[in-house]
């Protein structure tokens, strides 16, 4: 995306109806984010209210009056307050460990709204989840189905189960976010899925109630959706003929959002193309879950972050930022683009220089934008946009770097929503023998 060079009539850059240059200045809603950075210094991740709000409604407004359960994919932004606006909300909630089981269950989440996916659920994570009674395990192998039997058995407890199926579809997005194809650790294959349901049937302390699959992330087509969900209807049907019935099918997140000039999935178009097939087939009955993550924060958020140092070589022109690799580790691990805003903009002619944007950590793939054309100074402060979804989560400590702090904003006012991480935040645990 482009930042019009204009001091002009007020405007949104394109995808980010939330964010908007007023007089030149970037706003988060009714928030000047200069004056955020300013009190709370950056890196600083912001987020809007609104704009979750917004992207939470397009999904109600898609599901009308049908029987569709929304789990929140948590691990794309798993602050208290991003999750207690999802709960305020309504929302159910989509969790891959014990961490996130009790992040959730603090903000007061309804356990009958909470799916447990992931491959590597430990005996105590299965244990916690069985106490407080999730809705259901998203059970990713025959091992781990034993292993929740096992343990239901010793609670005397009935753990409701679901078993993920890998449904071999190309979900056409970056390989380290596809998770439906033949390859990927994820699911059981769909050829062995019958076998495995028979296998639940016969173990003691499960109850089976759904089928689940997630084919991957940023996908931007109905297509490979369609796909999965024709091959989970011929295992439902043959599911029947087995005598196995089944309450509700779920079919992941994955739906995409503008980074760059993505036409963004609406959940919509996806919803109405399933709705149809699911009708045409005689499942109208069935519960249908989502667990989108990235389409409900991802443009709902940016990355504030200075420049310390304009660095002029003969093959490049660097902007060395305040932020790095780990604070924002997408574009290293994904090659992925997220647009430069600055909160002021330029008053003079147009940019002259390509910059790529690098940190401080010590690696050379420690860059968050390659070659834009930009008009850069020292102090300046930026934001990237579309940092909402796998940010601050995937934000680590290297280089003895404290994460950053989060802000929340709501209309003009606005909330640190976690403090910047200290040395003695870093350091705490550690101990001198
Ligand atoms: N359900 C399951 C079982 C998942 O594994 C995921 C994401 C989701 C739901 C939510 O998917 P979403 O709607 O956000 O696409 N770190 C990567 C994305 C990894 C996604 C992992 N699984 C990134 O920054 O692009």
């Not at 706003?27 to 890196?43: C, H, N, R």
């Not at 407004?61 to 602050?79: D, E």
């Not at 043959?238 to 089944?246: H, P, V």
């Not at 079919?251 to 609406?266: K, N, S, V």
Request: with cysteine; hydrophobic share 40%.
């Amino acid at each position: 995306m482009s930042v019009l060079n204009t001091l002009a009539q007020p405007f949104s850059p394109a995808g980010f109806p939330h964010f908007h240059y007023d007089q030149g200045q970037l706003f988060a809603e009714g928030s000047k984010l200069a004056e955020i950075a300013q009190q709370v210094g950056t890196p600083c991740y912001v987020y809007s209210k609104a704009a979750i709000t917004q992207a939470w409604q397009a999904y109600q407004a898609a599901i009308g009056t049908r029987r569709v359960l929304v789990c929140y994919g948590m691990k794309a932004n798993s602050n208290l307050s991003i999750l207690n606006t999802f709960r305020a909300l309504g929302s159910g909630f989509d969790i891959v460990s014990g961490g996130e089981l009790a992040r959730v269950l603090k903000v007061g989440a309804d356990p009958k709204k909470i799916v447990f996916s992931g491959v590597g659920k430990q005996t105590w994570e299965i244990e916690h989840a069985i106490k407080v009674g999730v809705k259901c395990f998203n059970v990713e192998s025959a091992s781990e189905l034993k292993r929740i039997s096992q343990v239901a058995s010793a609670l005397k407890a009935t753990a409701t189960i679901s078993l993920r199926v890998n449904p071999d579809v190309d979900a056409q997005t970056h390989p380290y976010i596809s998770t439906g194809l033949k390859e990927n650790k994820f699911g059981i294959a769909i050829e062995d899925a019958l076998q495995t349901y028979q296998l639940a049937a016969t173990l003691p302390g499960l109850q089976v109630v759904g089928v689940d699959c997630h084919i991957g992330s940023q996908i931007t087509e109905t297509a490979p959706y369609l796909d999965a969900l024709d091959k989970l209807l011929a295992l439902i049907d043959t599911l029947k003929e087995n005598g196995i019935a089944l309450k509700h099918l779920d079919l992941g997140g994955g739906l995409g959002i503008r980074y760059d000039d993505e036409t963004p999935l609406a959940p919509s178009l996806l919803l109405s193309a399933i709705f149809t097939v699911i009708d045409q087939r005689g499942y109208s009955d069935l519960e249908l879950v989502f667990e989108p993550g990235r389409s409900l924060v991802g443009n709902a958020g940016v990355l504030m972050t200075t420049v310390q140092y304009l660095k002029h070589t003969e093959a490049r022109n660097f902007a060395i930022i305040d932020a790095g690799m780990n604070d924002l580790i997408r574009p290293a691990l994904y090659q992925a683009w997220h647009g430069v805003l600055p909160l002021d903009l330029p008053k003079a002619e147009l940019a002259t220089h390509h910059y790529d944007l690098v940190g401080p950590v010590c690696e050379s793939a420690d860059w968050l934008a390659k070659q834009r054309l930009l008009d850069l100074q020292e102090d300046q402060v930026l934001a990237l946009d579309s940092a909402g979804a796998y940010g601050f989560v995937m934000a680590c400590n290297y280089n003895t770097r404290g994460r950053p702090a989060e802000v929340l904003v709501d209309g003009s006012t606005w909330h640190i929503i976690r403090t910047r991480e200290t040395f003695e935040d870093m350091i705490r645990g550690e101990s001198l023998p």
